[in-house]
Structure formats: structure tokens, C-alpha cells
């Protein structure tokens, strides 16, 4: 079993930055593709971006590319989304989570972690 932890959100102007963080514990990510989703409310849980664990393979969705990065430390087993340039809409609660039973994009991954609100006010 893992556990993941996130942190990083807050409350930032638009056009301001943040950086999240999703530490693993309780093993490692090993082999694992990670991935980071938000939620807001009212809305369902939407795909934001991921990772394989080679680094080979990163993707996100439209809306944030050219303004997120998804990166990640094996050997800390962290994964962290730099968020440039935010927009009121990326408010939401974020979440990273752990090894998908289907493709990246999908929300079926077999751990997931509390979330860490982001608020961008206009």
C-alpha cells in the first residue's frame, strides 16, 4: 500500500505561480505512472497531467499545456506540477494519483491522495 501526500496549494493572484508536490510513503512509487487530477466543485474529477516512470512519456490535457509542467524525483518518489500563468478556472482541489488500471487520462488509478486546494483569484 502507498500513501500519497500532497502540497504545495494556496491563494495566488492570476497570472501567478504554484508549485505542487506529491510525496509518496509507505513504499515507493516504483515502476508506477503518476498522474494529476483537479476537481472542482460542482464538476467531475478531470485529468491534468502525467508521467510514466521512465520520464518517457508525459501528457496533459489541453487546457493547461504550455502553462504546467509535470515532473518527477524516483529517488525522493515526489512528482510535482509547476503551474505558470493561472487562471481563475484552474481553481479546483488537486490530486495526484497512483498507478492507472487503464491509460494515463483515465481516473481509474489504484491510489490517490487527499488533494490540496488551489484558489486563483482574478
Known amino acids: 500500500q502507498v500513501q500519497l501526500v500532497e502540497s504545495g496549494g494556496g491563494s495566488v493572484q492570476a497570472g501567478g505561480s504554484l508549485r505542487l508536490s506529491c510525496a509518496a510513503s509507505?513504499?515507493?512509487?516504483?515502476?508506477?505512472?503518476v498522474g494529476w487530477f483537479r476537481q472542482a466543485p460542482g464538476k467531475e474529477r478531470e485529468f491534468v497531467a502525467a508521467?510514466?516512470?521512465?520520464?518517457?512519456?508525459?501528457i496533459y490535457a489541453d487546457s493547461v499545456k504550455g502553462r504546467f509542467t509535470i515532473s518527477r524525483d524516483n529517488a525522493k518518489s515526489t512528482v510535482y506540477l509547476q503551474m505558470n500563468s493561472l487562471k481563475p478556472e484552474d481553481t479546483a482541489v488537486y490530486h495526484c494519483?497512483?498507478?492507472?488500471?487503464?491509460?494515463?487520462?483515465?481516473?481509474?488509478?489504484?491510489?490517490w491522495g487527499q488533494g490540496t486546494q488551489v484558489t486563483v483569484s482574478s
Open positions: 508521467i510514466n516512470w521512465r520520464l518517457t512519456y508525459i
Open positions: 509507505g513504499r515507493t512509487f516504483g515502476r508506477d505512472a
Open positions: 494519483a497512483a498507478r492507472p488500471r487503464r491509460d494515463m487520462k483515465n481516473t481509474e488509478y489504484e491510489f
